[in-house]
């Protein structure tokens, strides 16, 4: 009889930002003339966030559900959650859009999602010992 490893703390934070990064991509790309006006942030911003979102959300699951996971992807993918957080926050302080107040919050939940996702892969990238070093 075999028995399931429990999933890695590591493992769970990728997987975790590959089904948000992929969902929130969807609803972003599909609805951005439907969110546009709700958000009030310009609808090509949206749509194109949405299109990067999906495939990096499968990127990221891709790296999140090999045998071994490699150190330097989920760098890679930490830095990019990390850009992520930084350009949401400078599109609200620069001033080069013009965000609801639920546009604000949902800029604001997203980068915080990202940045929780960002420290969890960080997190478990310090304590997963099996990694392959490329």
Do not use: H
């Not at 090999?66 to 609200?92: D, F, M, P, Y």
């Not at 080069?96 to 996702?117: E, I």
């Amino acid at each position: 009889m075999t028995t399931k490893r429990p999933l890695s703390f590591l493992r769970l934070a990728l997987l975790g930002d590959a089904a948000a990064s992929a969902a929130t991509g969807l609803a972003m790309a599909g609805g951005a003339g439907l969110l546009d006006g709700l958000l009030g942030l310009p609808e090509p911003l949206l749509r194109y966030a949405g299109l990067f979102l999906v495939p990096y959300g499968l990127c990221v699951a891709f790296v999140g559900t090999r045998e071994r996971i490699t150190r330097g992807a989920v760098l890679a993918i930490v830095a990019i959650n990390a850009l992520w957080v930084i350009e949401s926050l400078a599109i609200l302080v620069g001033g080069w859009v013009a965000p609801t107040a639920l546009g604000t919050a949902f800029v604001l939940f997203q980068a915080a999602v990202v940045g929780g996702f960002a420290v969890a892969q960080w997190l478990g990238l310090r304590r997963d010992a099996r990694l392959s070093p490329a």
